[in-house]
């Protein structure tokens, strides 16, 4: 399995670069993984719904430049289906038996991902009717990759 995750913005805080170290190192032995950061539009500190607009077209631009045509897209907003772990974990056993072993997950600013690059999702997943800080959804889904992985091996970790 292939898992491509392509994230709007950089993390610079050091706690967030070590999580996704540790956990992108615990996924490494299940699947090959790759992060791609693409450049988060500068927005006033009070945006009009134009310039949100206008600013995750641009993201969304930069984000269809790296999404191969071969590949399953996830992207991940507060309107897509929510599911278990356990239910994670077999959707994704699901793709790849299917033949879809290129899979990548996106993730959007603060303002969300555009809705040019929501129509080219092939499943939009929400992990939650909360919302995230996008540096921790990184986080998170690399947890829930990795917990998904161990469910499908039967390894201890998932409880």
């Known amino acids: 399995m292939q898992i491509r995750i392509i994230a709007v913005g950089k993390l610079k805080e050091k706690y967030w670069q070590e999580a996704i170290r540790e956990y992108s190192k615990r996924i490494r032995p299940y699947a090959v993984l790759e992060i791609i950061e693409v450049a988060e539009e500068r927005i006033s500190a ?7 607009k206008q600013a995750l077209a641009k993201e969304g ?12 897209v996830i992207p991940l907003a507060i309107t897509g289906e929510r599911l278990s772990s356990e239910e994670l974990a077999s959707f ?13 997950f996106i ?6 991902i555009s809705r040019e690059i929501l129509a080219q999702g092939d499943f939009i997943l929400s992990f939650s009717p909360l ?4 540096q921790l959804m990184r986080v998170i889904l690399l947890e829930q990759i ?14």
């Open 46 to 52: 009070r945006p009009l719904s134009a310039e949100i």
């Open 131 to 134: 919302t995230f800080p996008h």
């Open 92 to 104: 994704l056993d699901r793709l790849t038996i299917t033949g879809k072993s290129k899979i990548v």
């Open 107 to 112: 993730i959007g600013s603060s303002y969300g």
């Open 61 to 72: 631009a930069r984000i269809a430049k790296l999404i191969p045509a071969s590949a399953y």
């Open 146 to 159: 990795y917990r998904s992985m161990k469910i499908l091996k039967q390894e201890p970790y998932h409880k």
